[in-house]
């Protein structure tokens, strides 16, 4: 069975950085693009980011492009998202995902890690 468990959230102010991970265990790591959603207080769940099994080709949603960075280490089976410049309006859950594509979510999901900013 397939469990990813998230961490690294937490409160930071604007401008700041965090750094998020993924740990996935339960099938063949290397087999699976993973990618990174988010959900905002009364809005519906967006796709973040995402990166293929052999860790090339990241993509990212326009809103998070040039501040945030999707890697994976297969090694460890871990995918990490690190956030720069951190605006009040990334302020979120934010879901680890396996097998996402073309932003579009696979089929498991971790429990989310609250990311809040301030202003």
């Known amino acids: 069975q397939v469990q990813l468990v998230e961490s690294g959230g937490g409160l930071v102010q604007a401008g700041g950085s965090l750094r998020l991970s993924c740990a996935y265990s339960g099938r063949t790591f290397t087999n699976y693009a993973m990618g990174w959603f988010r959900q905002a207080p009364g809005k519906e769940r967006e796709f973040v980011a995402a990166i293929s099994w052999n860790v090339g080709s990241p993509y990212y949603s326009d809103s998070v492009k040039g501040r945030f960075t999707i890697s994976r280490d297969n090694s460890k089976n871990t995918v990490y998202l690190q956030m720069n410049s951190l605006k009040p309006e990334d302020t979120a859950v934010y879901y680890c995902?396996?097998?996402?594509?073309?932003?579009?979510?696979?089929?498991?999901w971790g429990r989310g890690t609250q990311v809040t900013v301030s202003s």
């Open positions: 995902n396996s097998g996402p594509r073309g932003g579009v979510a696979g089929a498991y």
